[in-house]
Structures are given as C-alpha cells and as structure tokens.
C-alpha cells in the first residue's frame, strides 16, 4: 500500500511539474538570485492539484466499488469514499497550535519578529506567513501549513528569550524557507494523510477502555498506524531534504555560521528539556523536540547534528 501511495503521489507530481514549467520560465529573472523554489504561482494551483486528487481517489473508490460487487460494491465505495473525506476534512489540519495553546503575534511585537519576517519574505518573494508563540522552557520552533490555508510560524517564549536579534532572524530565515520547501503537491498531500491517520488513531485511543482505569494512557491504535504514517512522512522529509533547506536558507543570511551555532545550541536545549508533541509532527521542527535516544529508529527525523553542521561550516562540534 505504501509504495503504490508513493507511485501515484510523484506521477502526479512529476504531471504538475511539466504544466508549470513554461509558466515559471517567465518569471526566472526575478528568482535567479536564489535557488529557491517560486511559490507566488504554485500555491493556488497547489491546493487546487490537492483537491482534485481527494476527488478522483472518491471516484476511483466508487468505480471499484462497482466493478468488484456492483450495486453492493458501489455501497461500499461510497461508504469508503465518505469516510476518506471525513478524515480529511475532521483530522486534515496539524493541531500543533491548539496543542502548545499559542497566541498570534498581533500589536505589540518585542521581538521584531514581523520586521524581520517581512524582510525575508521580500527576499524569497513569498506570502508572509502568521506567526505564533507559545509558552514552553524547550527553545524551539515549527511550521505548519495545509494547501488551501495560510501558512504559519510557531516558536516557543524559550527561543524567543535565549537567542538575540541576530539569532532569531537566522531562525525566522530557516522556517521561511522550510515553508517555501513545503509548497509541493506530494508534501501536501502527504501531510494532509500523516495529519489524518495520527488525528484519527489518537481520537480512538481515548475512547480504549483501559484508559478510563489507568492514569498511565495506552495508544494501541497509534501504536499500529505509526509505520504506515512514518513511511509517509519519509517520502517527503529525507536528511537530504534537511540538508537542502539548510543550505538554501545559508544563501539568504549573512553568515552560515550563526545558523549552525543556532542549531547546535537548539540541538542541546532539546537533548536536556524534550518536548512533549503531538504524535509524527517532529518533521516540522527545527531540530527534534524529542530526545534522539528516546525515539524509535524510524521516529528520528532529522540527520544527526554532526552531519548537519560538517555540512554548513565543516567542522563539528561548534
């Protein structure tokens, strides 16, 4: 099942792609500055590709139904194709800012956090996205984005107060650009699905009847579905993937070196003060929030830090 999934994600793809080749070519004068991916044409006919794949994997559901058992074949497709939607439409969205309870950043801004945001978003040339903060002794930050809505920037009050101006703004670059990096059909439609599986798995673990006994919670259903939706996350978020947003948000910061002395210093504060996340969202994070020993080999995301930082500067430890 995976790796049909992955065949039919990249041949769309690959089908998006040749569509807007010519398109981008008249705009490659005004992005030749950076490689960076051009998103001001992609993002709407990004969520539009989204869409029309949820509509034809409900038609092909149906049309097998009725293949394989006609009039109760459809039945069945149809139950099967509502339910596909239901998931998506109840369980689609990231719930990281609900789970941290994190406040937009309206008004009063102590950071320079939009100033920047605004500066670097010029840059790139992308929609500046919203920006939230959230109370948490863990130094951090995320990004988390659906096709057919804005994206956002989360970063914990640890970060904010840890890190001066200039760190905040190598920090504010590199989840820019992790966003920019996003904006592909096969991410979003993957994480609409990883979103979906772990949404519905944790929903059916607080109804397990040992959990009304036991203040210790057990999560059998997510225990079962977290290869499936790992296999997912994989597809699209690959060290070399990591890699690739480090290096392209290098090229729009003066000096890579505070970005890997922002990673290193990250990297500690996670290893001595984990955060507790919502299940399979640690992709979304600067580095793992999650202590690396404590995961599962297939839970761990990100490429070991000493890699990431030979990469950037060419030496490790900072």
Same mark, same amino acid.
């Given at each position: 099942m995976p790796l049909i999934l992955a065949a039919c994600l990249h041949s769309w793809e690959m089908y998006l792609n040749m569509?807007?080749?010519?398109?981008k070519k008249l705009f490659s004068t005004h992005s030749s500055r950076l490689n960076v991916r051009w998103i001001g044409l992609q993002k709407p006919g990004l969520w539009v590709s989204v869409w029309l794949f949820i509509l034809s994997s409900s038609l092909v559901l149906l049309w097998s139904g009725y293949t394989l058992g006609e009039r109760e074949g459809l039945f069945l497709g149809l139950i099967a194709s509502v339910f596909l939607n239901l998931l998506v439409f109840i369980f689609g969205k990231s719930n990281l800012i609900q789970f941290f309870s994190a406040e937009q950043v309206r008004?009063?801004?102590?950071?320079?956090l939009q100033d920047s945001l605004v500066n670097l978003s010029e840059t790139i040339g992308m929609n500046v996205p919203t920006v939230y903060v959230f109370e948490h002794n863990s130094a951090n930050g995320f990004t988390i984005g659906i096709p057919w809505k804005p994206s956002a920037i989360g970063l914990s009050t640890a970060l904010l107060n840890k890190l001066n101006q200039q760190e905040r703004h190598a920090v504010l670059g590199y989840l820019l650009i992790q966003i920019n990096q996003s904006e592909t059909f096969l991410y979003g439609v993957t994480t609409i699905l990883?979103?979906?599986?772990?949404?519905?798995?944790? !929903?059916?673990?607080?109804? $397990?009847?040992v959990n009304f006994f036991f203040d210790k919670k057990q999560r059998p259903f997510l225990f079962l579905l !977290?290869? =499936?939706? $790992?296999?997912l996350i994989k597809m699209v978020r690959t060290s070399k993937?990591?890699? @690739?947003?480090d290096a392209l948000a290098c090229e729009i910061l003066e000096d890579r070196k505070i970005l890997a002395e922002v990673f290193w210093r990250l990297q500690g504060l996670a290893e001595t003060c984990p955060m507790a996340i919502p299940p399979c969202s640690s992709h979304h994070f600067i580095v793992n929030p999650e202590s690396q020993k404590r995961s599962?080999?297939?839970e761990k995301t990100h490429p070991?830090? @000493?890699?990431? =930082?030979? @990469?950037?500067?060419g030496y490790y430890p900072i």
């Open positions: 569509g807007l080749a010519r398109t008004g009063q801004d102590p950071w320079g990883v979103n979906a599986l772990s949404g519905m798995a944790a !929903s059916i673990d607080r109804f $397990w009847p !977290s290869p =499936l939706i $790992w296999v993937s990591y890699l @690739k947003i599962f080999f297939y070991p830090m @000493k890699h990431r =930082l030979e @990469k950037l500067v």
